[in-house]
């Protein structure tokens, strides 16, 4: 198993720095990972320097917390748009999640979709997994499915509770064959990535991604 090919290499920490971003691209271009995601501060820099590879640039949305206002997000995909970002990873509003406000997530989608499929751009929903319910997961995947979204993602890493194998299995079975999922969060050894993509993940997010590869170098 080719793991990089499956890894977005990833620096998301309030304080990343420029040396940060330099050394994510650099590694991202040298091991071939899928894409490095990156605050959306970094995106035209992560631009710049994966220039004239395969590595896509992806950047957040309404991240960590998903409540910001629907106008915010779509001005934060604009500008990241601008900015040269290939993939966007949005945090969905979890709060109307937890207040079964499907109405207000149907808007939501509905109001962003345009604007990324407009641009050419791909989308991944990032659904907190760790802090749903299973039925929630599963009216996620039935939502966001009809939307015709790219990848549903697991989670942002910030949670207490980040990807597992069984989020990834409930959403391989309820989204439908075309939507690809993202498993992120806690991704830390080759063992735990590899179980993630068997289990139906087809791109991981993960900040230890040399560990793991340097691991899968080691065993495969």
Known sequence: ?????????????????????EKLCAEARQFG???????????????????GSEVKVATVIGFPFGYSAIEAKVAEMVL???????ELDMVINI????????????????????VVRKAGRVIKMIIESGILTDQEIITCCELYGV??????KTSTGYAEKGATVEAVQLMRKHLPAAVKIKASGGIKSYGFARQLVEAGA???????????????????
């Open 1 to 21: 198993m080719n793991i990089a090919s499956y890894i977005d290499h990833t620096v998301l920490k309030p304080t990343t720095t420029v040396a940060d971003i």
């Open 33 to 51: 990972f899928a894409a490095v995601c990156v605050p959306p501060l970094f995106v035209k820099k992560a631009k710049e320097l994966v220039s």
């Open 80 to 86: 990241a748009i601008v900015d040269g970002a290939d």
């Open 95 to 114: 709060s109307a999640v937890k207040n079964n406000d499907w109405q207000f997530l149907a808007h939501e989608i509905n109001t962003v979709m345009p």
């Open 147 to 152: 939307a015709g979204i790219d990848f549903m």
């Open 202 to 220: 087809d791109r991981l997010g993960c900040s230890s991604s040399v560990q793991i590869v340097q691991e899968a170098a080691g065993r495969d």
